[in-house]
């Protein structure tokens, strides 16, 4: 299983570009990178996926370096409500449909202050 | 994106009794999951309840203590029996999201023990 490890915390203003980072040493070549967004008291909300390289969306960015052990997600100009919890899963479902390789680590609390 | 639904949204219980949590979701999806989140932690994979076959336990969970159901595509059940306070915590069902290897999640049900 792809283990990951991400800082427990982080404090970031508002209006400053947030990075948090994510090490997967043990990625697999089938393995896809995953963040989650996790508010108190709601499911977790997908925010992201890469496999490698760079990607963007409307509300983040993912940057994967050539070797797949680490990746960044990118916030841009945080504001109070991204306040939450950060997670980054790694692995795929495998030919039986399960989530066991999915599994969510610690995340990252970020704090957005004003 | 799936809208998925779950009942009850919260609830307290005594000891010994058991609840069952209902998923339901808008649309048909083959792979559903079900997780725990204790209070302050991370999210922890109960098991995958897929569509047409027997639900899979992770390590730590037995089908007597949650028993689940999966009668059809946009349906899921999960009971939690014999209950004691060390059950308290939040349970989430998930479903495979239209992006590969992610995840939609439900609000989670918020079960207090005493």
Known sequence: LAKTTQPISMDSYEGQEVNITCSHNNIATNDYITWYQQFPSQGPRFIIQGYKTKVTNEVASLFIPADRKSSTLSLPRVSLSDTAVYYCLVGDFGSSGSARQLTFGSGTQLTVLP | ?114
Request: proline share 5%.
């Open chain 2, 1 to 114: 994106s799936a809208v998925i639904s779950q009942k009850p949204s919260r609830d307290i219980c005594q000891r010994g009794t058991s609840l069952t949590i209902q998923c339901q979701v808008d649309s048909q999806v083959t792979m559903m999951f079900w997780y725990r989140q204790q209070p302050g932690q991370s999210l922890t994979l109960i098991a995958t309840a897929n569509q047409g076959s027997e639900a899979t336990y992770e390590s730590g969970f037995v089908i007597d203590k949650f028993p689940i159901s999966r009668p059809n595509l946009t349906f899921s059940t999960l009971t939690v029996s014999n209950m004691s306070p060390e059950d308290s915590s939040i349970y989430l069902c998930s479903v495979e999201g239209r992006i590969q290897e992610t995840q939609y999640f439900g609000p989670g049900t918020r079960l207090l023990v005493l």
